[in-house]
């Protein structure tokens, strides 16, 4: 089941949706969107969909920057803001669940998400789609400055044709993290990562390692 939230009870607002599974497993995941989309994105929407489908409650939602303008991308002044919507979404989806909660996002969200958490480790883990380690074309403008900080478990899903950062790139950038990655490789995939040429079942494919690496990671720390 999925019902529209909006929560304006403190700044930021969150706005978003949330996906309630027919039988929970107690675990949370907030989920947002890259610099050209929104909560809505095609990719949102499958992957959102396949974890619900898993028993997580999930909310997908719209960063501040996209609550403020529909269209465009964010302004750099307002990265410290959508930080802090991430924030209070974490808040907010401790209303719904009991368990561990994760946070999530593709590109630009994926990337805000990881310099909330190298700040505070506010969550269980990270679950990082398309990070943008660098602008197409631009590989000394590396953004894994902060990754030395991240002590929170963190999955990446890739493409391998992602102009924003070679496989081995990524590779390379993840042992920069402390914390216990996974790296999930998807073949022919582009930044979207869910395009024409990524393998078909790849939100439930996302899921299932997804589970498989918390799963590690919890029993490690136990």
């Keep these: 089941m999925i019902r529209e939230l909006i929560d304006d009870s403190a700044g930021p607002r969150v706005r978003g949706y949330l996906h309630l599974p027919a039988k929970s497993n107690c675990e949370g995941l907030v989920l947002t969107h890259g610099a050209g989309a929104n909560c809505q994105s095609r990719l949102l929407l499958a992957v959102a969909g396949a974890f619900e489908e898993a028993g997580f409650t999930v909310l997908r939602c719209d960063l501040p920057f996209r609550q403020e303008?529909?269209?465009?991308?964010?302004?750099?002044?307002?990265?410290?803001?959508?930080r802090a919507g991430l924030r209070r979404a974490v808040e907010v989806l401790r209303n719904s669940v009991t368990g561990r909660i994760f946070l999530?996002?593709?590109?630009?969200?994926?990337?805000?998400?990881?310099?909330?958490?190298a700040e505070e480790p506010l969550v269980a883990g990270l679950l990082l789609l398309a990070y943008p380690l660098h602008?197409?074309?631009?590989?000394?403008?590396?953004?894994t400055g902060h990754f030395p900080k991240l002590t929170t478990p963190a999955m990446f899903v890739h493409g391998s044709r992602d102009p924003f950062g070679s496989q081995e790139e990524m590779q390379s950038a993840l042992k920069l993290i402390v914390a216990p990655?996974?790296?999930?490789?998807?073949?022919?995939?582009g930044h979207e990562v869910l395009d024409k040429k990524a393998a078909?079942?790849?939100?439930?494919?996302?899921?299932?390692?997804?589970?498989?690496?918390f799963g590690e990671s919890q029993a490690a720390h136990t």
């Design 69 to 82: 303008r529909p269209h465009g991308p964010p302004f750099p002044g307002g990265a410290e803001k959508d």
């Design 104 to 117: 999530g996002g593709h590109s630009y969200g994926g990337r805000q998400a990881t310099m909330l958490l």
């Design 135 to 143: 602008p197409p074309r631009k590989p000394e403008q590396i953004r």
């Design 181 to 189: 990655t996974r790296l999930l490789e998807v073949a022919r995939a």
């Design 200 to 213: 078909d079942g790849l939100p439930a494919r996302i899921v299932s390692v997804f589970q498989e690496f």
